[in-house]
């Protein structure tokens, strides 16, 4: 299971880095372009921060940090080997998602965002939308599927 988890990571990262490079080459010349009127526009913006820009210009930081988590969950993917799918699926959006935004901040600087709606003010990226994912799947996984958050009762029991 955990081998399939990092393929599936490889993948979303590989189609992070391809949406970027299209977002790059055609959508970074014009700025923006609307695609259903005052809902969704795809926007480019150079994100130099984390979530919603803050923190910018912290390249290296981030870079450590995501590098960090990324050997956490990985670790405890072949270590732990925790039996329920849940985890390997928000393991595998969190790591696919952290390896696209980390190529970005290695050869760029910055994290290319593109997505604008407009219910949600903060421009983001595919990536970011799996990082998110990943991580509500992650605390639904810690608190109802897992050995984590167990009652003084849940314990006595065997």
Same mark, same amino acid.
């Given at each position: 299971?955990?081998f399939?988890?990092?393929? $599936?990571?490889a ?8 949406i970027?490079?299209?977002v ?5 010349p014009?700025?923006?372009v609307?695609v259903?009127? &005052? *809902? *969704?526009?795809l926007?480019?913006?150079e994100?130099?921060?984390v ?6 210009d912290? %390249?290296w930081?981030?870079?450590i ?7 956490i969950?990985?670790?405890i993917? $072949?270590?732990k080997?925790?039996? &329920?799918?849940?985890?390997?699926i928000?393991?595998s959006?969190?790591i696919?998602? /952290?390896? /696209? ?6 050869f760029y600087?910055?994290?290319i965002?593109?997505l604008?709606?407009s219910? *949600?003010?903060?421009?983001? &990226?595919f ?5 998110t994912?990943g991580?509500v799947?992650f605390?639904?996984?810690?608190? *109802?599927f ?5 009652s003084?009762?849940? %314990?006595?029991k065997?």
């Amino acid at each position: 299971m955990p081998f399939i988890a990092i393929l $599936f990571g490889a993948l979303i990262a590989i189609a992070d880095q391809v949406i970027k490079y299209f977002v790059a080459s055609y959508l970074q010349p014009v700025g923006s372009v609307v695609v259903i009127d &005052n *809902f *969704f526009k795809l926007t480019y913006v150079e994100n130099r921060g984390v979530a919603f820009g803050m923190f910018s210009d912290m %390249k290296w930081l981030f870079i450590i940090l995501t590098s960090i988590l990324l050997i956490i969950i990985i670790y405890i993917m $072949f270590k732990k080997k925790p039996h &329920n799918k849940m985890f390997y699926i928000s393991a595998s959006l969190i790591i696919g998602g /952290g390896i /696209g935004n980390l190529i970005d901040r290695i050869f760029y600087g910055y994290v290319i965002d593109y997505l604008s709606i407009s219910f *949600f003010p903060p421009v983001c &990226n595919f990536a970011d939308y799996c990082i998110t994912a990943g991580t509500v799947l992650f605390i639904v996984y810690i608190l *109802f599927f897992s050995n984590f958050v167990s009652s003084d009762k849940k %314990k006595g029991k065997t």
